[in-house]
């Protein structure tokens, strides 16, 4: 079945440093998303893209976010400079067409942890 | 805001069937979802409601009341193995994401 697949599964950084978090979406899927979860705490959403820009973005993703698809494949979420309370699960989902109608598949997400 | 809320916690015998709630904001909305969430895992997707009424799945159904602004989740001859969060998510108009409550933790005993 295919399947979302992110990486790392887990990274451990220092406060201020860049980190990157790598996904690749089921392959015939046209929109994709960040969402993340703090421990203990909802999963929130982040951005949405399609068609190669952001169509959406919450609060949260402020100016230290960015997303970027270099390339077919690897949709990449990236934080320039990482504060404390960035430590959460960030995960990946792609959709088919838009979530209203459609499935969001998530990945298994990726732990950042900073020190 | 667009609140969701549903129980923080609940706790089921195996076997048994449990009810989870969750109440929405009605205005704009599209279509509700029910995603299981074991510890530490990804959330992964159990159903979703459009229309009013109920949706069979084996042992999972979910109900829709749309003017009410009210979903819940039944599980029938629960097992160890639905020990997990059970997430309530909807879709609004204007948004291509889903907005999640905190979900309800389910706890199965023996």
């Known amino acids: 079945e295919p399947e979302v697949t992110q990486t790392p599964s887990h990274q451990v950084t220092q406060m201020g440093q860049e980190v990157i978090l790598r996904c690749v979406p089921i392959?015939?899927?046209?929109?994709f998303y960040w969402y993340r979860q703090i421990l203990g705490q909802k999963v929130e959403f982040l951005v949405s893209f399609y068609n190669n820009e952001i169509s959406e973005k919450s609060e949260i993703f402020d100016d230290q976010f960015s997303v970027e698809r270099p390339d077919g494949s690897n949709f990449t979420l990236k934080i320039r400079s990482t504060k404390l309370e960035d430590s959460a699960m960030y995960f990946c989902a792609s959709s088919a067409g838009l979530v209203v109608t459609g499935e969001l598949f998530f990945g298994e997400g990726s732990r950042l942890t900073v020190l | 805001g667009q609140n969701i809320d549903q129980p923080t916690e609940m706790t089921a015998t195996e076997g048994a069937i449990v009810q989870i709630n969750c109440t929405y904001q009605t205005s704009g909305f599209n279509g509700l979802f029910w995603y299981q969430q074991h510890a530490g895992e990804a959330p992964t997707f159990l159903s979703y409601n459009v229309l009013d009424g109920l949706e069979e799945k084996g042992r999972f159904s979910s109900f829709l009341s749309r003017s009410k602004g009210y979903s819940y989740l039944l599980l029938k001859e629960l097992q160890m193995k639905d020990s997990a969060s059970y997430l309530c998510a909807v879709s609004y108009t204007g948004r291509r994401a889903l907005t999640f409550g905190s979900g309800t933790r389910l706890q199965v005993q023996p």
């Open positions: 392959s015939n899927h046209l929109y």
